[in-house]
């Protein structure tokens, strides 16, 4: 840990606090937390003290964690907490009031308080109806005795779910003979996971957060942990301290990038802190022909470790081909920048003895997210930064259980443990298990919803999430969810695509979360540490149940002659399995009470030179860098985050750039342009013939790209536009502007009325 003392040369500025600048107000956020949390005040302190946040993928024990001293909390959490501490809904209202809650919007359902008991809606009735657990589950066990497995699916989202909920969902849709299954990693992380697994062997972070502080240079690419991951900013404070550079390479220079006041640092949380070294400006999906850049940079300077390619690769001889054959002029084009930003890039790889690469969903979320990610990855084996401590590859996660959600097995296309779904090794868990496990891999996340909109689904149970908020396209995805004949949400609050209307019936399963589900659960952090959250003693709500019990008591009355191939007694008799059947999560058994954990593959992965690949190298990857000719007048949008928790929206404004949700983030250039100013209304026109009217925001964004606030600019996403092997929705628009000028008269009459 670096040591603490006065660093005015990193000071933000010297304004104390910041004051008059944009920015979060902590400490406003944490009285609001306990106005919001006053009626179970007692309830919220045990879960903050004790349990395992249920935020992004950083992971804690209580309000600590393993990285640093001192505390470890942020906004995120402490919105989140209110969920987990409200009390019941007016549930009445589902059955008298649908229309009234049908026009409230996500943010005011969830005010509403929690889910508590099982309702049901057919076609035909005005709202829900309350039901019995029994009845519930009679109904949809009914229906899936009555279709084939392959028109039904499973998603599972990462509103706190635990490994053991992942593990006993996925197991239950194949005892039900389906491998449709899958979780909320689809659309963001997704790629992720194929690329590392491809090129280095382990589908997760190779390095640790430790390793961040010290490390001679970290790159963010595509990421805004600032705002999605708001306690890195306090391990870049001491990574600061010790010396640690950071640079980003984005369309954005973002904000909270550049400077951040972290709240638990007194000198920080005064004057704030310098994070951003350097700015690599790019245009948006221009990573790999920056990186491809970069990196020709690198070997026309001979920066790089021959020892460690040589020892411990393969594919290094092709990459250096094709980049040879790579003009520049192409790669400056694709890119939005040019040879000489890259190479300033790659002097200061070369500069750094270690280096850490860190990315997010603007390396992910695109139809080349794999090969994006590739192109980070040669990067680091260019320099041989896998493998020891300060050096490493970090894709860092927004959600807290979307790593082990995968590595549990709740996909389509992997078993337990990451084995691919085919005949062998279906064989094999059919051994394990007991039942026949069906052997060709089942749809991803959104092509459940092409399959119900084409009419090929009869069942989608989805535990949490809200497929109407997240996917590109909403109308479509209405449209989509309005055909099964089944529809089930387990979930512990409403959510708006719970009220789209039933094709035949719709269920709602009354939830719990992580902090009440019996015999605690465990969720896997972005540094692969496992981490045991313990049930907290408190109030429960309604008739919510363990999802767990709810997945294995579904599939016992689908089939109850099979019922003891598929029962846990506790959730630690699924840690025990878990443990037997996930090489890596051996030893989850042991976890039993707060602050238990492990890190599988230990702080850094790869020591011993060993890449878990079948030939045990790293493989480097030629890549070609994708050019979108974007005609005259049109621009290439990207979405970003604002204040909100994934698709949770916390706030009208986003503190760190101090724009609404409707902003349309322009370069000054293009500003210019297009003749407009500073909050100017403009009419959005994708090329998907969708329409949204924004306002403009004019900031340091990469002139010909625009950004805007995801989820409300799904509207202008293409649907069914996917990267091919991760199945992560391409979330990017070409559109084009076209300023709303308020007629004369008008304003005119408007400026008259106002005085
Ligand atoms: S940074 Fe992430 S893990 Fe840490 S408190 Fe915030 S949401 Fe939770």
Redesign the pocket.
């Known amino acids: 840990m670096a040591k603490r003392f006065l660093s005015p040369t990193l000071w933000a500025g010297w304004k104390p606090f910041g004051i008059g600048e944009t920015k979060p107000h902590h400490f406003l956020e944490i009285f609001k937390t306990i106005w919001q949390n006053k009626r179970h005040p007692l309830y919220a302190w045990r879960i903050l003290n004790q349990g395992c946040?249920d935020?992004?993928?950083?992971?804690?024990t209580g309000m600590r964690?393993w990285t640093m001293d001192g505390i470890?909390?942020?906004t995120?959490?402490l919105n989140l907490l209110q969920l987990n501490t409200m009390s019941a809904m007016p549930w009445q209202r589902l059955e008298n009031d649908l229309p009234a809650l049908s026009q409230l919007s996500s943010a005011q359902l969830r005010q509403l308080g929690r889910l508590p008991y099982p309702m049901v809606r057919r076609r035909g009735e005005s709202g829900f109806r309350r039901v019995s657990w029994n009845d519930a589950l009679d109904i949809i066990a009914s229906r899936i005795r009555e279709t084939q497995p392959e028109r039904l699916a499973f998603y599972l989202t990462s509103r706190g779910l635990t490994n053991e909920v992942y593990y006993v969902a996925q197991k239950v849709a194949r005892f039900l003979g389906t491998n449709n299954v899958d979780n909320a990693a689809r659309v963001c992380h997704s790629p992720s996971s194929v690329a590392l697994k491809q090129t280095v062997g382990v589908g997760a972070s190779s390095v640790s957060y430790q390793d961040w502080i010290g490390t001679d240079l970290i790159v963010f690419l595509g990421s805004d942990v600032a705002n999605n991951?708001?306690?890195?900013t306090k391990y870049l404070y001491y990574a600061k301290q010790a010396g640690t550079k950071i640079a980003l390479v984005n369309p954005y220079r973002e904000p909270g990038l550049m400077r951040y006041w972290v709240p638990s640092v007194p000198e920080s949380a005064v004057m704030g802190t310098k994070l951003l070294d350097a700015f690599y400006q790019i245009t948006v999906g221009g990573d790999i022909a920056f990186l491809n850049g970069t990196l020709k940079h690198l070997i026309e300077q001979d920066w790089v470790n021959h020892e460690f390619i040589e020892a411990h690769t393969t594919g290094w001889e092709e990459v250096a081909k094709t980049l040879a054959a790579q003009d520049w002029e192409m790669l400056e084009r694709a890119s939005g920048s040019t040879r000489d930003e890259m190479f300033r890039f790659a002097e200061m790889i070369h500069a750094a003895r270690t280096g850490i690469l860190v990315w997010s969903m603007g390396i992910t979320q695109h139809a080349f997210g794999v090969q994006n990610v590739k192109a980070i990855v040669n990067i680091a084996l260019s320099q041989g930064w896998l493998g020891k401590e300060h050096c490493g590859v970090v894709p860092i996660r927004g959600h807290?259980g979307v790593q082990g959600g995968a590595e549990v097995g709740a996909v389509p296309d992997l078993l337990p443990g990451g084995a691919a779904v085919n005949a062998e090794n279906s064989a094999r868990f059919k051994e394990i298990w007991g039942f026949d496990v069906p052997t060709t891999p089942g749809l991803r996340a959104v092509e459940m919803i092409d399959a119900a909109y084409d009419g090929n689904l009869d069942i989608l149970y989805c535990s949490g999430g809200n497929f109407l908020e997240v996917l590109p396209d909403p109308q479509y995805v209405r449209e989509a969810l309005e055909k099964p004949a089944l529809r089930v949400h387990q979930d512990i609050y409403v959510t708006s695509q719970m009220l789209i209307d039933p094709a035949d019936t719709v269920v709602l399963l009354p939830a719990q979360t992580r902090y009440e589900q019996r015999g605690g659960g465990t969720e896997t952090s972005t540094e692969r540490r496992i981490i045991f959250s313990p049930t907290i003693p408190g109030p429960r709500v309604g008739e919510a149940r363990s999802e767990w019990e709810i997945f294995q008591d579904l599939a016992a009355r689908v089939s109850p002659e099979k019922k003891k191939q598929i029962t846990f007694s506790n959730a630690q008799a699924i840690r025990e399995e878990i443990g037997r059947v996930v090489p890596t999560y051996k030893g989850i058994a042991e976890l039993r009470k707060a602050g238990d954990q492990i890190q599988y593959g230990g702080r850094v992965l790869y020591r011993d030179g060993q890449f878990k690949t079948p030939d045990g190298k790293g493989h480097f990857s030629a890549l070609v860098p994708p050019e979108r000719n974007l005609p005259p007048g049109k621009f290439l949008l990207a979405t970003r985050r604002g204040k909100q928790f994934n698709s949770l929206i916390y706030a009208k404004k986003d503190a760190m750039t101090g724009t609404g949700r409707d902003s349309l983030l322009i370069s000054p250039e293009d500003a210019t342009s297009l003749s407009l100013s500073e909050g100017d209304r403009v009419l959005v026109k994708s090329d998907n013939g969708a329409t949204m009217q924004c306002s403009v925001h004019i900031d340091q964004v990469q002139p010909r790209t625009v950004q805007a606030f995801w989820p409300e600019c799904n509207v202008l996403i293409r649907r069914r536009t996917c990267d091919v092997q991760a199945g992560v929705p391409d979330y990017n628009a070409i559109i084009e502007i076209e300023p709303l000028r308020v007629p004369q008269a008008i304003s005119v009459a408007a400026t008259a009325a106002m005085e």
């Open positions: 946040c935020g992004c993928a950083l992971g804690t964690d470890h909390l942020c995120i959490r991951q708001p306690v890195s807290s």
